[in-house]
């Protein structure tokens, strides 16, 4: 069983920057991707980023590509997510997720494992 705990939420305003981390504990595996994925109120949860195993790949939705960046620390079994130029619409409960599969998925079905989200708040 592996728990996930996500951290680094907050307010911000807009054209801001946070920086979310997601730190991995109890049974651990070797080959997983790791992915983020957030939900607003009344809305879907939907998918932000994706990184494999190794860290050489990584997957956007087009509305964060350019703006958000996702990377892992393998040593630490946490991954990060960096988020530039924040717009209002980015204001959501930010979940990370760990699939027992070397490669990305995109849909929350694809995934084994979810933290309890961290919520971020864009203020224009």
Do not use: H
Not at 82 to 105: F, I, P, Q
């Amino acid at each position: 069983q592996v728990q996930l705990v996500e951290s680094g939420g907050g307010l911000v305003q807009a054209g801001g920057s946070l920086r979310l981390s997601c730190a991995a504990s109890g049974r651990t595996f070797s080959r997983y991707a790791m992915g983020w994925f957030r939900q607003a109120p009344g809305k879907e949860r939907e998918f932000v980023a994706a990184i494999n195993w190794s860290g050489g790949s990584t997957y956007y939705a087009d509305s964060v590509k350019g703006r958000f960046t996702i990377s892992r620390d393998g040593v630490k079994n946490t991954a990060y997510l960096k988020m530039n130029s924040l717009k209002a619409e980015d204001t959501a409960v930010y979940y990370c997720a760990a699939r027992t599969l070397s490669r990305v998925g995109v849909s929350i079905t694809e995934y084994d494992y979810w933290g309890q989200g961290t919520q971020v708040t864009v203020s224009s």
